[in-house]
């Protein structure tokens, strides 16, 4: 099975400031996948990265997938308090395409608080 | 995007006992997944259940401790049976998206503590 480390386990920063998110697997990733987690409230899906080098960004979200596809990292700039919550990966094993459905692997997970 | 409810949302029962978790979702839905979260450790699917035909389980679950139904596409239950402290958990139910199965929606989750 897939194993995701991701880091830091937990961040604190001043609002306005950027921050990056790390998450790094022992075997390449099919797909790489980006959910924030509020408190209560289910996964939402941020961002998926499938090809080496890829990068894609969601309005101050940017994550990018390494030429490897071993490491995927998430930065947010700017930090605003409604980017706190804690921030998954998780990897697309199978490498299947629809018919297959995906399996999902998660990191441990990251939880961020935005000071104001 | 879909709506996942789940019920309970939180429970504390008693070792040896079972407890089944809902899954409802505002749409249907051909794919449906199972995880588990326990304490500082990550998501772990625990089966997929497709309507229509049994659940898939992971390697480590089975299907006498863990039973799922699917008895229609906006439907699920999971049951944690014969239950232990090490089953005290989040268990979480999603979804995959109707247009792509690159995305998946989750429920919020049912806390379980066994005693």
């Known amino acids: 099975s897939q194993e995701l480390e991701q880091s830091p386990q937990s961040l604190i920063v001043q609002e306005g400031k950027n921050l990056t998110i790390n998450c790094t697997s022992s075997?390449?990733?099919?797909?790489l996948y980006w959910y924030k987690q509020k408190y209560g409230e289910g996964l939402i899906f941020l961002m998926m990265?499938?090809?080496?080098?890829e990068e894609k960004s969601h309005e101050k979200i940017t994550a990018k997938l390494d030429e490897k596809k071993q490491q995927s990292s998430l930065h947010i700039t700017a930090s605003q308090p409604s980017h706190a919550g804690i921030y998954l990966c998780g990897a697309d094993e199978s490498g299947g395409g629809s018919n297959t459905g995906n399996q999902f692997y998660f990191g441990t997970g990251t939880s961020l608080t935005v000071i104001p | 995007s879909a709506v996942i409810s789940q019920k309970p949302s939180r429970d504390i029962c008693q070792r040896g006992t079972s407890l089944t978790i809902q899954c409802q979702v505002d749409s249907q839905v051909t794919m449906m997944f199972w995880y588990r979260q326990q304490p500082g450790q990550s998501l772990t699917l625990i089966a997929t259940a497709n309507q229509g035909s049994e659940a898939t389980y992971e390697s480590g679950f089975v299907i006498d401790k863990f039973p799922i139904s699917r008895p229609n596409l906006t439907f699920s239950t999971l049951t944690v049976s014969n239950m232990s402290p090490e089953d005290s958990s989040i268990y979480l139910c999603?979804?995959?998206?109707?247009?792509?199965?690159?995305?998946?929606?989750f429920g919020p989750g049912t806390r379980l503590t066994v005693l």
């Open positions: 999603s979804v995959a998206g109707r247009l792509s199965y690159n995305e998946q929606f």
């Open positions: 990265l499938q090809k080496g080098g």
């Open positions: 075997k390449t990733l099919y797909g």
